[in-house]
């Protein structure tokens, strides 16, 4: 998309693209499956479950980016309770993570600490 203002040229590309958390997905689902369902709303940009590092299995939550927003704000009003797989799923726009107790920079605390002891 090109924009003129002042008899100058601009592109307008849109590089957001809406971010939309889902839950109590059920474990055996893969994302293909999560895509095929999103996709009757609009276009998908990518749709990712997120798994368990060590043994490999779903941990019941995804993520699914769509290009429109009305599209996927459509998504999000007609997904949010349905049944899928025998489970009610919860579908919102995702918000970014805030940096708070939990997580952080991961180098530990607590435990043995040498004291001077003189």
Same mark, same amino acid.
């Given at each position: 998309? %090109?924009?003129? $203002?002042?008899? *100058?040229t601009?592109?307008?590309?849109?590089?957001? *693209?809406?971010? $939309? =958390?889902?839950? +109590?997905? @059920?474990?055996?689902m893969?994302?293909? !499956?999560?895509?095929? &369902?999103?996709?009757? =709303?609009?276009?998908?940009? /990518?749709? *990712? &479950?997120? /798994? !368990?590092?060590m043994?490999? #299995?779903? *941990?019941?939550?995804?993520?699914?980016?769509?290009? !429109?927003d009305?599209?996927? +704000?459509?998504? $999000?009003?007609? %997904?949010?309770?349905?049944?899928?797989?025998?489970? +009610?799923?919860?579908?919102?726009? /995702?918000? @970014?993570?805030?940096?708070?107790? #939990?997580?952080? !920079?991961? #180098?530990?605390?607590?435990?043995?600490?040498?004291?001077? #002891? =003189?």
């Open positions: 998309m %090109l924009l003129v $203002i002042d008899n *100058k601009y592109f307008n590309f849109k590089q957001y *693209k809406m971010n $939309i =958390y889902i839950g +109590n997905l @059920p474990f055996n893969g994302e293909e !499956d999560l895509r095929e &369902i999103f996709e009757e =709303y609009g276009e998908v940009a /990518s749709a *990712k &479950i997120i /798994s !368990d590092r043994t490999g #299995r779903s *941990k019941g939550f995804g993520f699914v980016e769509m290009e !429109d009305d599209n996927a +704000n459509n998504a $999000i009003q007609e %997904l949010n309770n349905a049944e899928v797989g025998g489970r +009610n799923i919860k579908v919102n726009e /995702s918000k @970014p993570r805030e940096n708070n107790s #939990r997580g952080g !920079d991961r #180098r530990g605390g607590g435990g043995f600490q040498r004291r001077n #002891r =003189y």
